[in-house]
């Protein structure tokens, strides 16, 4: 009888009525890697914040070592050895790495802050498991997986046994996240309990030792990861059946050139290069995926191919019109659509009621405003007539888009977009943050559009999703495009090219 | 429809409610300062409707504060936060007067030419603080506040120099010549056809709210990454909505100037720029809203000022149920706020 | 008339009320760089202040004791901006409209107790203000002792703080906790600090600093209350801390230069000089928003500055 690090025991968290744990329990043994399994909304991050005192449950128990704890803020949680790293780091980006650190514990120094010694001990710490991690570099002069290190090594120091980690790998290329797992069984080996959240099949397979399903919320089952258990089974708990997408070939060829990208070069909020030289066509009745490690340039890619941000040099041709560094309204009336990454501060005025988002990009045009003047009739039949087409679950077009759940207000988004019959479509991250029926329902509406003859630009961090969408995946790192590979290709090559390994016959035509 | 019948009754009864308790803790004070609440408020409600002349300076009140409310009410939807009503008010007093007394032109042109030079002046005198935000982000409660100071020194400086009245010795300008100047509607009483004039801004208010500028304004109001991703033109809808916002005070410090005193004087604002926050946002931004807002709060004026002559409270304690009401006001709206965001219902946090 | 201007004396005399009257500049931001370090912009300092002046000039008239009444003064602005940190931090609320309704019930409220305890007076009650203290040995430099050493003791205490607020900024565990809740509210709380209670105390501190600036002014810097004895130094402070990028010494040079503009304009009417009185006064406030423009492109502001925090949102 192996001894358990922590036992939860039907645990319920309840959000304004809805149950994002529905009493569920969950067991770590010590010295052992738990997968905990499911898709995005299924409870797994709601449950580590319960464990991590973020949160309070309504109702169950938490063991840790054996004995009853009441884990009823993070500092607790420290201090019976839980550390948790989560998704968005938590980090202050202007302090320093010390300075981060010290923020968690109390100073040897009464109210003084103690960083000479902090720092020294972070640094053999550091050296020990061979992170590299300077103590005196602040946050934001690192790039994300020393980041990562930093917040592994944060729950180290602070005597973290049991580590918690929130989708670790969504930031890592598949080469760093193998590099990553030795870390892992480093750390398993020492004595440690880990904790991996995870949506990834493929991470469970390869690292851990256990795995807990959770879907809607409640607990499907514990499997001990032997030769037994297979992908599908994994599956079926995860979405509850079988088949997951199954799209049908592109039965069109792709048409002429409608977009293209000739040499685009721009620079970040922060005022430095984020696009090298960028050259890409998109074809008509085509989609191009594009991949890549989150923040190598697609989000200032999307943002200059619709005019949300200045080109400093190159060529944006939509057909015959030139478009570089035309304003955002020059780009909305030649029918250039975007479903932008951010919902929430982009893509809709969230304390707006729904049926003024729907027309967000066409207030001024008949019929929704005759002389200047907005005609309230024709706003409310479109959005009772959109509504209806696109299934979306609101009461009325009075209600603000906060009020919807993440699916619906995608599909607000989408529809807003898709209806205005776009010639280009640039699709950042359509899926990100929705439950399965709704992301599937949303690469149904992006595979409809192609069929109608658009030139679609899709951004994802998920490579499966790119590449069931994609006719061509083109791959960007550091600013730069890599290389683009035709439908069906070794997901491994594309990891090679994300880490900047550029091809070696580069196929970038233009 | 219904729907929205029912919000309105419900935040109607909210701005009572919170108007409610201001007069309450305003009653805890006037106790504390030895006096009756009950007789000081019934003094200062029949104070402000005693007679006929009490009843012309409501409406006298009312002009100023409704119109600057609504100014100011086009940019708070816009979430820009002026807070430079005063200072708007007085510059368009100041152009309006200096056109009076200074461009020789027949009445008929020069009348619409001082309307127009208050509009022009208190516009850029807005657009002034809306240009340095758009340019280079200088903080706008900052610089229409800082705005105001140097509005009011400026008007001092007038007063007590150029354009003192050469016949006395008071700091004040001469009067406008008579053919320009705001009738009053009855002999006798103050009262006078700014009134008119009110409405017409009312009405026009309710129509920027149903047209596509007003479309605009409240889209920024929600953010400028959503606005710009929706194709506006965010710096030039700050620009412009600072100008409206801006003009339609200075139309009020016309109104007054040319209506009231036919002149500019010394302290000619008062505290109308902080009246016109208050009944804004007591108001909910809602051009009705602003409406009833106005008249309660001119009642307080001319209660208030009639409470202070009768008893011994003073006459402070109006401006301190201004400062509870929006307190209130906007303790209460996140209050709501609140609830919106319960039924959403959102679940956990694994996106 | 330039003969008179260019004299020692006029120097020394300029120089001197520019440290007079940069301290109820400086002390407020002071305060004001731990409250927006901690990511919550507080406009309501200036009613802080009013609300500071007449308790601090009530209390010192009514028991003759100046430094009870400096006391009283500043519980009053700790007092009174917890109302802005119940509001702003509890309640969620809009802080340009908080600090806003903070300044006009705090310009109501001030003006309301300083008539129903002094009522209406033909003479204003006025009392024996703190005065200027020539320290021994150093006052008698030749023109930097009249410059730098014969204030009164509340200019001291508050250059004193100057060097108190960047150690507790850089050194203490208080302060790392302030800049963590003003930058990354989250990883604070997840880290066990409360975000909450860390903004509590820095919108405290920073109504005990404004409450003492308030107090400055009518018993150090005059001896006697109006309603516009602030005159808006609150906004004047809050925007010398934009202009200071939240940096303590940087905020002392920028409520110098305030001082500076004030003294001049002061100094230049004493002599007579003809310039309209009225366009001198203006220059605080113009060079306010020239000090914005300038600050604003580069400021560097707290990523969390104006957020409420809460942890069940994003």
Known sequence: ?510 | MKLDLQKTGNKAAGAVAMVAAALLVGAVLVMISGNNPLEAYSTLLSGAFSSKQRVSELFVKLVPVMIMGLGISVAYRAQLWNIGAEGQFIIGSIAATAVGLYVKLPPVLLAPLTLLAAIAAAGGWALLAGFLKVRFHANEVITTLMLNYIADYFLDFLVYGPMMDPAGQLPQSAMVPEGIQIKAIFSGLRVHYGLAIMVVVFILTVLLWRSTLGYRINLIGQGERVSTYAGVNVKRTILLTMFISGAVAGVAGWIETFGLQYRIMENMAGSYGNIATVVALLGALHPCGIAVASFFFSILLVGGASMQRMTNVPYSIVDVIQGLIIIFVIAGIVGQGRKTVKRAGRIGKDA | MLEKIFTTGFFVSLLASTIRLATPIMVPALGQIYTQRAGILNLGVEGTMLMGAVTGFAVACLTGSLWLGLLCGMLTGMLWSAIMAWLSITMKANQVIAGLGMNILGAGLAAYIYRVIFGVQSLPPAITAFQSISVPGLSDIPILGAVFFQHNALVYLGFLLLPLNWFILEKTTFGLKIKAVGEHPRAADSKGVSVAGVRYAAVLIGGLYAGAAGAFMTIAYLNTFTEAVIGGRGYIAVAVVIFARFLPVRAMWGALLFGFASALQMRLQALGVAIANQLMLMLPYIMTIIALVFASNKAEFPSAYTIPYSRMER
């Open chain 1, 1 to 510: 009888m192996e001894e358990l690090a922590v036992k939860m025991q039907g645990i319920t968290k309840i959000f304004n009525q809805v149950k994002a744990n529905d009493c569920v329990d969950f067991s770590l043994r010590k010295g052992s890697i738990h997968g905990l399994l499911g898709e995005n909304g299924a409870g797994k991050t709601t449950l580590m914040n319960v464990l991590y005192g973020l949160y309070q449950q309504e109702a169950g128990d938490i063991f840790i070592h054996g004995a009853k704890a009441e884990v009823d803020s993070p500092l607790k949680a420290i201090s019976l050895g839980i550390g948790m790293v989560h998704q968005h780091f938590m980090l202050a980006r202007p302090l320093t790495v010390v300075e981060n650190v010290m923020l968690g514990r109390k100073s040897r120094r009464g109210i003084l802050l103690d960083t000479k010694e902090t720092a020294r001990e972070l640094q053999t710490l550091s050296d020990k498991y061979g992170m590299g991690v300077d103590p005196y570099s602040k946050i934001w002069q690192l790039s994300v997986g020393e980041q990562q290190r930093v917040e592994i090594l944060t729950a180290l120091y602070m005597g973290a046994d049991i580590l918690l980690l929130d989708e670790p790998t969504a930031v890592l290329t598949p080469q760093e996240t193998n590099l990553f797992f030795d870390t892992l069984r480093q750390m398993r080996d020492d004595g440690k309990s880990i904790v991996l959240i995870t949506h990834k099949l493929e991470e469970i397979i390869a690292i851990v030792d256990e795995v807990t399903v959770l879907r809607d919320g409640k607990m499907i089952g514990t499997l001990n990861m032997d030769e037994s258990v297979t992908k599908d089974q994994l599956t079926r708990m995860m979405v509850g059946r079988d088949v997951l997408f199954n799209f049908k070939e592109n039965t069109r060829a792709p048409g002429a050139v409608r977009y293209c990208l000739k040499n685009l070069c721009a620079r970040n909020a922060k005022g430095v290069a984020a696009l090298k030289n960028f050259s890409l066509d998109i074809r008509e009745g085509e989609i191009v995926g594009l991949a890549g490690v989150d923040g190598n340039g697609q989000s200032e890619l999307c943002e200059v191919l619709t005019g949300l941000r200045p080109l400093d040099a190159g060529e944006i041709t939509l057909d015959d019109e030139k478009m570089a560094n035309r304003p955002p309204a020059y780009f909305i009336s030649h029918g250039v659509c975007h479903i932008p990454e951010d919902r929430h501060t982009t893509g809709l005025a969230m304390n707006w009621d729904l049926e003024l988002n729907l027309i967000l990009k066409c207030f001024y045009k008949a019929p929704f405003a005759k002389h200047g003047l907005l005609c309230k009739k024709a706003i409310e039949e479109y959005w009772e007539k959109t509504r209806a087409a696109y299934q979306i679950k609101a009461n009325c077009g009075g209600d603000t888009a906060r009020s919807l759940s993440g699916g619906n207000q995608q599909k607000v988004i989408l529809a807003r977009e898709i209806e205005s019959e776009p010639k280009v479509l640039i699709a950042n991250q359509p899926t990100r943050g929705l439950d399965v029926g709704a992301a599937e329902y949303v690469r149904q509406k992006l595979l409809n559009t192609r069929g109608n003859g658009a030139a679609l630009l899709v951004v994802s961090a998920d490579l499966e999703e790119l590449l069931q969408l994609s006719d061509r995946i083109a791959v960007i790192y550091g600013g730069e495009l890599m290389g683009i590979l035709e439908r069906g290709a070794d997901p491994y090559q594309i990891g090679e090219l994300m880490m900047g390994k550029k091809q070696e016959v580069s196929v970038c035509e233009a």
